[in-house]
């Protein structure tokens, strides 16, 4: 019995000793900003969930803070800075929020370029890797994704033609769907996520431009009801994300904690965070079907004339690129066909 009750007693103490180590103080904290709310998906599923992995698998000492919202301070197209220059550690953010700031990697954003957020995540992060090194080079990258293909969201009249735009104001969420929606006629604003609520409110926007991830959490479906898709093969429209470190900051850790940092980012997060936005585009799909929205999916002979009106973008693209334009062009689709077969999307 007293041999029971002592290893009880070690049992009990180290188990103290255990819970006392985790809830120690971490020997690094890290800011990580980003601007969405925190009941969107991107920062309950992914952020959330990767800064508590980070510090599980540090055993407490890599403790992340994390701020969505813009809780820290600027607008979504200073995330990338803040994080470059040390104002944060981490942030998350859109690349095409600062047009012409990464242009080797607008190839992803080009109109009906991207397939599901896995797939083309996946792509991205192996073509940054190899093609965006200097665009990046300030930065420690963590992963770079996509969302899944864009939808369209409109206040006043179902889309059920490239002609129903005509006049429309109508949310650019890049450069390249800019250019895109002015070659169907409609009148495209360039604006974050963050301002679409308000702008649609207001009547500044007819029509919002957005995967249906998004449309949830921002309750755009309850001020644009009707929501057009464009199915196929490959989308009408993606953005792409910059999830980054401060590289300084990166470099200053020691090598055990930053081999936690390297088990989770690469091509295994990349597809793991395009899983879980082709999770969500259901979830929002959902809730706006609640809400007793309309729904109306573009037959293949329309879509087709959208990809004819919007090939000159493409065709910009590759020419204001030089030389290398049609190579990248290639090889970007290429890797969009490889991770098709690979994960069967």
């Given amino acids: 019995m007293k041999m029971k009750t002592l290893l009880l007693s070690l049992g009990i103490a180290a188990g103290s000793l255990s819970a006392a180590g985790a809830n120690a103080a971490a020997e690094y904290t890290f800011k990580l900003h980003h601007f969405l709310p925190p009941m969107s998906m991107a920062h309950r599923d992914f952020l959330a969930p990767?800064?508590?992995?980070?510090?599980?698998?540090?055993?407490?000492?890599?403790?992340?803070?994390?701020?969505?919202?813009?809780?820290?301070?600027?607008?979504?197209?200073?995330?990338?800075?803040?994080?470059?220059?040390?104002?944060?550690?981490?942030?998350?953010?859109?690349?095409g929020y600062t047009p012409g700031r990464f242009p080797k990697g607008e190839v992803f954003e080009l109109p009906f370029m991207a397939t599901s957020a896995e797939v083309t995540s996946m792509a991205i992060q192996e073509y940054g890797s190899k093609e965006m090194q200097k665009e990046l080079a300030d930065v420690h990258v963590l992963a770079l994704h996509t969302h899944a293909p864009g939808s369209l969201h409109s206040r006043n009249k179902m889309i059920k033609t490239m002609d129903d735009l005509a006049d429309m104001k109508v949310r650019a969420p890049n450069k390249a769907m800019a250019e895109a929606f002015s070659n169907v006629g409609s009148s495209p604003i360039f604006m974050p996520v963050t301002q679409m609520t308000s702008a649609l409110?207001?009547?500044?926007?007819?029509?919002?431009?957005?995967?249906?991830?998004?449309?949830?959490?921002?309750?755009?479906?309850?001020?644009?009801?009707?929501?057009?898709?464009?199915?196929?093969?490959?989308?009408?429209?993606?953005?792409?994300?910059?999830?980054?470190?401060?590289?300084?900051?990166?470099?200053?850790?020691?090598?055990?904690?930053?081999?936690?940092?390297?088990?989770?980012?690469?091509?295994?997060?990349?597809?793991?965070?395009?899983?879980?936005?082709?999770?969500?585009?259901?979830?929002?799909?959902?809730?706006?079907?609640?809400?007793?929205?309309?729904?109306?999916?573009?037959?293949?002979?329309?879509?087709?004339?959208?990809?004819?009106?919007?090939?000159?973008?493409?065709?910009?693209?590759?020419?204001?690129?030089?030389?290398?334009?049609?190579?990248?062009?290639?090889?970007?689709?290429?890797?969009?066909?490889k991770y098709q077969k690979q994960v069967g999307k």
């Fill in 50 to 95: 990767w800064a508590e992995k980070i510090k599980k698998e540090s055993n407490g000492r890599i403790d992340i803070e994390v701020y969505p919202a813009m809780q820290l301070g600027g607008k979504p197209p200073q995330l990338f800075d803040q994080v470059r220059k040390g104002v944060v550690d981490i942030s998350w953010t859109v690349a």
């Fill in 201 to 337: 409110s207001k009547g500044i926007l007819d029509v919002a431009a957005l995967p249906f991830e998004v449309v949830a959490p921002m309750k755009i479906y309850e001020l644009a009801t009707n929501h057009t898709e464009i199915k196929g093969e490959r989308g009408l429209y993606a953005q792409f994300f910059i999830f980054s470190m401060n590289k300084k900051v990166y470099e200053s850790l020691p090598a055990d904690l930053q081999k936690v940092i390297d088990n989770n980012s690469g091509i295994e997060l990349s597809q793991h965070i395009g899983q879980l936005f082709d999770k969500s585009e259901q979830w929002g799909y959902d809730i706006a079907k609640k809400n007793g929205n309309s729904f109306y999916s573009l037959p293949a002979t329309e879509v087709k004339r959208w990809q004819d009106a919007m090939q000159s973008v493409t065709d910009d693209w590759i020419a204001d690129m030089g030389p290398e334009g049609k190579r990248l062009y290639d090889e970007a689709n290429g890797l969009i066909s």
